[in-house]
């Protein structure tokens, strides 16, 4: 009687089991492989001009090789890199090499590049003078008030003649870092964005290329002065240890296509410069 129990039961256990591992064998099957026919959602933070414009003209070509890119626009230059630090982003476009470690640093986020795109020549523009010789003795000057572009844009300024930096400072330079200063010119700092409306207040305003061309203004043909090779390339940058990841490398890849370069060159007639 024992052993004949056992066997059922034996039976019993085994019956079940198998129920059990055909149970989960058709659960696997029904669940559908990861990437099956789906595409990778890629968010990207980006500035308007030319950022999200050159994000919008590779994103066709992106569906095709499975990424669905995402295009958050933001207009100012705080927000994009505490979204990307935050993991609300997966990239964002807007800014180049020094400031993103300036940002770095002073806010201990471990962000890095992930590729070079294009360069954005800063200019001097100017709504009451036709040329940098007219600006008179005392002129009020606005300037980026982000370190990085602030330095820069008194770079510019020594560029131009109208200013001399003391030896040494670039573009970690600010206002008391003047040696010279012939035309005692007033340096006001404004945020980078509001730049083309100090015009109206300002006798001359250095602003990036991209807030120039969202206020209509043409880097080539309005500014006065504007820089001649710049080696602050606008980079895509992402959050350390994402470098490798291959929707992310699908992205920088269709950024940097000859298709990409003629629709730059075409489009911005040199306010935009290819970097590659």
């Keep these: 009687m024992k052993k004949l129990i056992c066997g059922i039961l034996t039976v019993a256990m085994a019956s079940l089991l198998m129920v059990g591992c055909g149970g989960g064998a058709e659960k696997k099957a029904a669940a559908p492989a990861a990437g099956d026919g789906k595409k990778v959602v890629v968010k990207i933070g980006a500035t308007p001009v030319p950022h999200a414009e050159l994000l919008n003209f590779v994103k066709p070509q992106l569906a095709k090789e499975g990424v669905d890119l ?11 890199n505490l979204s990307l630090s935050d ?35 800063m200019g001097c523009y ?3 003078y036709k040329s940098l010789k007219d600006l008179p003795s005392g002129a009020k ?22 200013l001399k930096l003391k030896e040494g400072k670039g573009i970690t330079a600010t206002p008391n870092d003047l040696a010279a200063n012939p035309k005692s010119l007033k340096i006001i700092e404004v945020e980078s964005a509001t730049l083309p409306r100090a015009l109206d207040d300002t006798d001359l305003a250095v602003i990036n290329s991209n807030f120039a061309m969202e206020a209509k203004l043409n880097p080539v043909k309005d500014s006065l002065f504007i820089e001649k090779d710049s080696p602050y390339a606008n980079i895509i940058a992402v959050r350390a240890g994402d470098e490798k990841r291959p929707e992310l490398l699908k992205v920088a890849k269709a ?10 060159e075409d489009k911005y ?8």
């Design 70 to 80: 995402q295009v958050m626009e933001f207009t100012d230059y705080v927000k994009p």
């Design 126 to 128: 100017s709504k009451k």
């Design 141 to 162: 000057v606005a300037i980026p008030n982000d370190p990085t572009n602030g330095g820069r844009s008194l770079m510019l300024l020594e560029a131009a003649g109208l």
């Design 269 to 276: 007639k040199g306010a935009v410069v290819p970097a590659f």
């Design 255 to 264: 950024l940097k296509t000859p298709e990409v370069k003629k629709f730059i």
């Design 87 to 121: 993991k609300e982003l997966d990239a964002n476009f807007f800014q180049h090499i020094p400031f993103l470690e300036k940002t770095c640093q002073e806010r201990n986020m471990k962000l890095t590049v992930l590729d070079k795109i294009h360069i954005e020549p």
